[in-house]
């Protein structure tokens, strides 16, 4: 009879550490960093001021009225942004009250600005709603919406990649003192991988 010997035998092939599988782990919770860190943010808009800039009134019924709308501006992305001039749609009880002007311009990265907008109000579109500004007037409490898409460029290191942001705003407004009283802003941002 013959002794068996009790050593343990391997079978099974131990893995043992390896810098190629660091490697790999450590590119790949960068990558996961990266992309959590530099995906694009919905830029955020809120209008501070209304200011009546020009009010001329021309017999026999021409009134010219003109306002500056200041709003803050935050780009919460990690890169700047380009973009070019846009006209915000002014709207009262659906109908387009008036216009303003954004000019074309930048902003940088993770940025706060305040804009200055220059718009006007169509007299005759005022006219056709003119009781129902009146009411408004003495309520002291006017509801409006505004409207822009604004179309740009990101910068991202060595390329630049096209956006567009759809902004809509419902206000309230005390016609009177030009008060913002509260406001609801929402904006979508679409960012073209081409």
Known sequence: MGISSSAP????HQRGWSWGAALAGAATTAAAAGVLVCRPRDPSFELISIGLSTFHFRPPAA???GLTLTVHSTNPNVVPVRYGASTVSILYGGACLGTARLDAGG???TSCRLLHLPARLDALEMAHHAGAILADVTRRHMELDAEVEIVGEAAVLLWSRRFS???DSHI???PVFLEVVEQDNRSEMQLSLV
């Open 9 to 12: 035998s391997r079978t099974s």
């Open 63 to 65: 009134l010219d009225i």
């Open 107 to 109: 902003q940088p990265a």
């Open 165 to 167: 942001v759809r902004i």
């Open 172 to 174: 309230v407004v005390d």
